[in-house]
């Protein structure tokens, strides 16, 4: 299994709080992706990271923020939460030799649950 | 833009029934092609890729082969078992991946 880990795995929180979710991974891999997993939507990109301080946005970015200061750590921040942000958000993490064929692997998930 | 089309379940087998999960897709490029399985209570997994047209991407008896003229990528096996119950994704890798809706799959014994 890839090594990567995702805190906290569970979280309930109210509208309007911050909240931070974290990614660690211990492969040294160069990129790694935030995505929220909804259904009937598959999982959709929220951010990815190409390396420290390098982030770009995906499909869904408004209302998220991300960081990466290191490179086995990526913070997926929500400023201020929503209840459409109520979802499960996953971590992957891949080499980026070769971005168009190489596998993607991902965490285990934070369900994160917003009233 | 690019886009994945895979078919709605839930899909409900039997022990030993063939199991076939359709996926069409969209792309102005030339994308590999991912099945990635979710088990419960899991994060996604790679299953199998194809990453050019006609190769055969196989892995624990799953099999699905890169169609480029019918723009397919179908999900095959040929006898499945209870522990292949889980959600299963069709996606695309044209730069950034794309991910189809997700297809329930429950094998019964």
């Known amino acids: 299994d890839a090594g990567i880990t995702q805190s906290p795995r569970h979280k309930v929180t109210e509208t309007g709080t911050p909240v931070t979710l974290r990614c660690h991974q211990t492969e040294n891999h160069r990129y790694m992706y935030w995505y929220r997993q909804d259904p009937g939507h598959g999982l959709r990109l929220i951010h990815y990271?190409?390396?420290?301080?390098?982030?770009d946005k995906g499909e869904v970015s408004d209302g998220y923020s991300v960081s990466r200061s290191k490179t086995e750590d990526f913070l997926l921040t929500l400023e201020s939460a929503t209840s459409s942000q109520t979802s499960v958000y996953f971590c992957?993490?891949?080499?980026?030799?070769?971005?168009?064929?190489?596998?993607?692997?991902f965490g285990p998930g934070t369900r994160l649950l917003v009233l | 833009g690019d886009s994945v089309t895979q078919m709605e379940g839930p899909v409900t087998l039997s022990e030993e029934a063939f199991l076939t999960i359709n996926c069409t897709y969209t792309a102005t490029g030339y994308p590999s092609l991912f099945w990635y399985v979710q088990y419960p209570g899991e994060g996604l997994q790679l299953l199998l890729k194809?990453?050019?047209?006609?190769d055969k991407g196989s892995n624990k008896g799953f099999e699905a082969t890169y169609r480029k003229e019918t723009t397919s990528f179908h999900l095959e096996k040929g006898s499945v078992q209870v522990s292949d119950s889980a959600v299963y994704f069709c996606a695309l890798n044209d730069y950034k991946l794309s991910f189809g809706a997700g297809t329930t799959v429950t094998v019964r014994a």
């Open positions: 992957a993490i891949s080499e980026g030799l070769d971005t168009y064929q190489e596998t993607q692997y």
């Open positions: 194809a990453t050019k047209a006609d």
């Open positions: 990271s190409y390396g420290v301080k390098d982030t």
